[in-house]
């Protein structure tokens, strides 16, 4: 069929729409999806090469499945914007991560096409396994389908999935989206061929009168003919690990090539045999030259021209935080060799590139594996290493239960440095660092720090380099510090105590990490209206500076923590140490600022914290509310 004049988009509002497209329209719709996406990210930034490498894949998913009865869960979501395009949201994509607009991920109050939201990697398959069993035990028609990607495929959460896939029978249909070669051998037409022979409806029959034939045989026959159907499937396409798991295993096939992707598909649709995994190959960037050129295929982009590829870069600023880190561990480790460094898929996100250029024997990569980079981390401690476990905040929450019993109660020197801490602009809810104050400080033999600037965190890097009494965390935030001069010596720092950078008289901030800025703008306010301020930095959430909490609580009127973390951190922490020592006893006022009790959508971080109340303006008010309280109280007209 010739190509249309008019755009095949225009006309394809849901996959109900697509469906009713010829086959051979379906290249033209494909090639129109790929300039859509880059046109809306070319508008907003966000990820890019990650959505190019799928936009055939994903058109020939919603053209042969049916969705969103057959529920579709896409690994992480970072491919999904062509998606995204496809299901009723077109009109909005130059929305994406922007306040108000489309997440970058998918999201279940978003659309019925987005059935569960994914912004971590390697849940697709358990999900996928749940909605399969669910629509099996009610006698629900409707498939579970993964899309997860080979990166993805590094976490041990997918093979668990995997392990305890059999009830699912055919509703279950996992596609693994190699986009690096890590797995696939090179594909062509005789492995797609291959591909769409073994997935036949005949092939599985017989297959199925195989397996029926061989138990009424000898044992020793049937082992030989289910060892020659393994071995032969096995020599021509691979997959014996998947079929060890209990998939039948197709592939592997070229995802960009739709004739090849869509009688396999339909294949698989229709087939009774399953769980079946169908392995596809695809190439990030696709389609658009400056992405495939580029080291990362565009993974992550700001906003760009779409005829040069050029992106829009930021004007200079100071040092971003994970270079900070990264710089300094490299200097501890010039004069230490027992530092190492571990990360979780995110050597260049964590800053941690540069240690791996200067000391890559000292280095490890883990993959998308926080759990295991957690223990790994605790045995070299064990052994007398001095270990970094470099992990997003909000990745570590993965691996929680590694830090409470491989590393907090046998009391063993990991350092973790967390990056992202706080809110995170763009990237949303999924992404933001709200919880590790609470969930680390509530711990026994921690001591969890969480740098005011990027001199701070030069000072709390080498510190933890130096600390060997147990685990000890620093936290800062994601993006650029705030120009203040890096020191050249870096400072051991006294464990456990604070600093007070301003003096008053009237009114204590007590501040925990980068709001210091915030509570200095509220003290210059608030000196303007006649109210003396103190505001000192805590530096440590654990253990508290309780002689300097002590004296800032008893000398002023009003005292407010605030923290970029949520309630059951650093402020209740200090209004427990308050009450231990009865100093709440005589009326003292306190009031604590911390991030509200939602998970905030994507906006400009300045926006969320306003948002959040933990700006200048949200300081100043609520000391005036606390002063005027206190007036009210005292019987005395404000």
């Known amino acids: 069929m010739a190509s249309s004049a008019t755009p095949l988009l225009d ?16 290249r033209q719709l494909a090639d129109e999806l790929r300039t859509e996406t880059i046109s809306a990210v070319g508008t907003t930034g966000g990820h890019l090469g990650s959505g190019l490498g799928v936009v055939e894949l994903t058109t020939a998913i919603h053209y042969v499945f049916d969705t969103p009865r057959d529920r579709l869960v896409w690994d992480v979501g970072h491919q999904c914007y062509p998606h995204k395009i ?10 994406l991560r922007q306040g108000g607009g489309l997440s970058g991920f998918t999201k279940r109050s978003e659309s019925e096409y987005d059935p569960f939201g994914a912004a ?11 909605f399969a069993i669910a629509n099996k035990i009610t006698g629900t028609p409707g498939k579970g389908i993964a899309v997860i990607g080979d990166g993805a495929m590094s976490a041990g959460m997918a093979y668990e999935a995997m392990n305890n896939a059999a009830q699912a029978g055919n509703r279950l249909v996992v596609i ?14 005789l492995s797609a061929y291959l591909s769409r022979i073994v997935s036949s409806r005949e092939f599985l029959g017989f297959r199925d009168l195989a397996r029926k034939l061989a138990k009424r045989l000898p044992k020793p026959i049937a082992d030989g003919i289910r060892k020659t159907d393994e071995l032969a499937r096995g020599m021509t396409m691979g997959g014996t690990l998947f079929e060890e798991l209990g998939f039948y295993y197709v592939g592997p096939i070229d995802g960009h090539n739709l004739e090849h992707l869509i009688p396999v598909l339909e294949n698989v649709r229709d087939a009774e045999e399953g769980p079946i995994l169908v392995h596809v190959v695809t190439k990030k960037g696709k389609g658009y030259a400056p992405a495939e050129a580029a080291a990362d295929k565009y993974h992550g982009v700001q906003k760009f021209d779409v005829i040069s590829g050029v992106q829009t870069k930021a004007p200079p600023g100071p040092p971003q935080y994970q270079n900070v880190f990264g710089a300094q561990l490299v200097a501890e480790a010039a004069n230490d060799p027992r530092i190492c460094a571990i990360t979780a898929a995110m050597p260049s996100g964590t800053g941690l590139d540069a240690f791996a250029k200067a000391y890559p024997d000292r280095f490890f990569d883990v993959g998308i594996a926080e759990q295991h980079g957690v223990t790994f981390a605790a045995g070299l401690a064990a052994q007398g290493m001095r270990p970094f476990c470099a992990i997003y905040s909000t990745f570590l929450q993965r691996a929680y239960d590694q830090v409470v019993h491989d590393v907090a109660i046998q009391n063993l020197p990991v350092r973790f440095a967390i990056d992202r801490a706080g809110l995170v602009g763009a990237d949303g809810a999924t992404h933001a660092g709200s919880f590790d104050v609470t969930y680390l400080a509530t711990l026994p033999n921690f001591v969890v720090m969480a740098a005011a ?10 510190t933890a380099a130096q600390y060997d009494t147990g685990p000890i965390a620093v936290r800062y935030p994601r993006g650029n510090g705030t120009g203040v001069a890096l020191p050249e010596t870096p400072e051991l720092l006294e464990i456990g105590k604070g600093r007070v950078v301003r003096e008053g008289k009237t009114v204590a901030i007590l501040s925990l990490g ?40 008893t000398t002023h009127e009003v005292a407010v923590t605030i923290e970029e973390n949520s309630v059951g951190g650093f402020g209740a922490h200090v209004l427990t140490m308050a009450s231990d020592e009865g100093l709440l006893d005589g009326g003292l006022t306190v009031r604590t600022l911390r991030l509200p009790d939602v998970f905030q959508d994507q906006d400009k971080p300045e926006r969320q914290y306003a948002q959040a109340g933990l700006d200048a303006t949200a300081l100043v008010d609520t000391v005036l509310k606390a002063l005027r309280h206190n007036i009210a109280a005292a019987g005395v007209s404000a």
Do not use: C
């Open 11 to 26: 006309t394809v509002s849901t996959p109900t729409d697509l469906r009713k497209l010829h086959p051979d329209q379906l």
């Open 86 to 95: 496809l299901t009723g949201r077109r009109d909005r994509i130059r929305t």
């Open 120 to 130: 971590h990697s390697s849940t697709s398959i358990s999900a996928a396994l749940g």
């Open 176 to 189: 693994l989206n190699d986009n690096d070669m890590s797995i696939a051998p090179p594909v062509g037409g």
């Open 453 to 462: 600037d990027e001199a701070e965190l030069v000072h709390m890097t080498h």
């Open 514 to 553: 980068t709001r210091l800025e915030e509570a200095l703008k509220a003290a210059e306010v608030l000196e303007a209206k006649g109210l003396s301020t103190t505001v000192a930095d805590l530096r440590f959430a654990k253990p508290l500076d309780v002689d300097l909490i002590r004296k800032l609580l």
